[in-house]
């Protein structure tokens, strides 16, 4: 981390009054002060770091890669002699740049030869080495080196870009395996050693604890990152994160930095997540997910508060896609979910996880609190569309210029065909938003005009005076739940809250 010159100040004044004290010591004190036993406990620790190191690092490899120079389009046309205009001709005409900057224009490039580096380690005896997407993607050329010496050339690569894993096939004899442990089991503050080829140092060990699990740091689609303060630099990513068993239980993966370097942040994919990848990517090649068809979001203190639950119970379905699995089981916006297949369920990265490890085809229960009730529903799994992401659809139309808003920036009417014509929708009762003040709190949430407010809270809603009692007697302060379905017949909920 970079530090600033007064921090700097601050360091060498210490240092310096540290020095001054130890000049006013006697040589006898400080003798005595060396002569002082190392406590046992910290022998202990250092025999449980070396005996974790010893068991792990014959697994240990390091990964090369070399992406092979090739021929890209240019971009642009190319500009002939007589295009270029005269003055520049006769400024430049000796000047070697003018046919880079014109005649070359347009015409295809040469990128260079790219080489890689990372670590990796082996989880069957057969050659298989699991390492990060990111340090095998592309790659012409994968080179693995043991820890014993010998190199090898990979026969083959699959990936998962969405957790960021990947498996690496080699042919050797003679491996040895390192054991998956449980990163479940693992808690904010247990020891762990981090081992890898940072800058192209090989087999590197650092220590370090387990800071924070559940971690959203953005790399991946799913995120569940383990932190940890082990020393994690480029090179390290596809190392193993181990125990003091000498058991992996997560994937060096990015580090948290502003100097480039280690700042004392690093990200591990956890064996829960990377051990069930690999094992899709050793039988099938590919990784094949379950799907339920929901966005969630977590339970904070004013979500708990609206639907009768405790902070982190469940997942709060905010949105139900249509003709999704979710929608045929009956889920609703407003849902929380507590459990599925009888695992618990503490926010939006454990329903995740349970969700895409369920086999595709077969149904599991799923409890949920409704409008503080708990009922059983029965969901079945279907796979993850290839191309999985919550796309809006219909344009938002222009409000009726008579439009007056209330105090969360909507305009409501009891719907017409008149209405519903002007306003694009294809529903044919309800209560209707035709217009938002762009400047009020439901604009924020994304209201549109032309969405259907189906219930404000629990009560279920027909009419804009219907809507305007339900108003009256929810508690602003406390924030609002409108139940909305829009015009492309998602469903979905908004907390409005007017300060």
Known sequence: MAMNGHWRQNVLVILAGSALVVSAVSWSQRHEAVAVPPLPNAQDLSVAFRSAAAEALPSIVSIQTTIKPKSVPGRGQAILDDEIPAPLRQFFQNDPRMEELFKN???????????????????????????????????????????????????????????????????????????????HAMQVGDWVLAIGSPFGLDMSVTAGIISAKGRNNKITDRADFLQTDAAINPGNSGGPLINLRGEVIGINTAIATESGGYDGIGFAIPTHIAGWVSQQLMTAGEVKRGYIGTQIQPVDANIAKQFSVKVREGALVRLVMPNSP???????????????????????????????????????????????????????????????????????????????????????????????????????????????????????????????????????????EEYEKAMAQSSKADGLVLHIRSTNGKKFFVVLKVE
């Open 105 to 183: 224009k347009g015409r295809p490039r040469t990128v260079p030869q790219q080489h890689g580096m990372g670590s990796g380690f082996i989880i069957d005896a057969s050659g298989v080495i699991l390492t990060n997407n990111h340090v095998v993607k592309g790659a012409d050329e994968v080179k693995v080196t043991l820890n014993d010496g010998r190199e090898f050339i990979a026969k083959d690569v699959k990936t998962d870009p969405r957790t960021d894993v990947a498996i690496v096939r080699i042919d050797a004899s003679d491996l040895k395996a390192i054991k998956l442990g449980d990163s």
């Open 326 to 464: 979710a929608e045929k089981a009956g889920v609703e916006p407003g849902d929380v979910i507590l459990r599925l297949n009888g695992q618990g369920i503490t926010d939006p990265a454990s329903l995740q996880g349970v969700v895409e490890q369920l086999s595709v085809g077969k149904s599991y229960p799923l409890e949920i609190i409704r409008d503080g009730k708990r009922q059983t529903l029965t969901t079945t799994i279907e796979a993850m569309p290839k191309s999985f992401a919550v796309a809006e659809s219909g344009e938002e139309t222009d409000a009726p210029s008579d439009s007056k808003f209330d105090k969360l920036g909507l305009d409501v009417r009891t719907l017409t065909k008149d209405l519903a014509k002007q306003l694009g929708t294809t529903a044919t009762a309800g209560v209707v938003i035709a217009g938002v003040d762009e400047r009020g709190v439901a604009a924020l949430s994304g209201l549109k005009s032309g969405d259907l407010i189906e219930k404000v809270g629990a009560q279920a809603i027909t009419t804009a």
